[in-house]
């Protein structure tokens, strides 16, 4: 799906009616789930299936919402802004409460190489917002 996503060809109306259902289900699953990435501020090494499953959609979310194509209609999807600055701020206060693999610091510890899942999502969530905000009035203000 991001390979078609970010496919920078034209789609036919068929394919973008498709693709506005997909974005319908995908913005859907992501309100639902979005708060099982929150499990890893207990424990970095859990592997939750339901949080990985919560990330990836999220970077398709954000493919999807950088192309032009799927962004108006994202960008009016009832709850997707709310819920990803809702989930912003539960990700933020859990790396202030403690640390873990949302705390800003986290990244910074040593030279070894971090390949936990959970690595940006808060800069992917910001990503999001941003492209649901671009050109919107009313989701800036």
Known sequence: MMV???DKNSASSEEMNVFVRHADFLADCFQEKCGAVLKFAAAADVEDEEALVTIRLLDVLCEMTSNNGQLEHLQAFPGLLETAVDT???THLAGKQAVNIFTA???VTGQEE???PAVGFKSHLIRLIGNLCYKNKENQD
Do not use: E, M
Request: proline share 0%; net charge positive; aromatic share 0%.
């Open 4 to 6: 078609k996503v970010s």
């Open 88 to 90: 912003l701020r539960l």
């Open 105 to 107: 610091t986290h990244a």
């Open 114 to 116: 971090i390949s936990h």
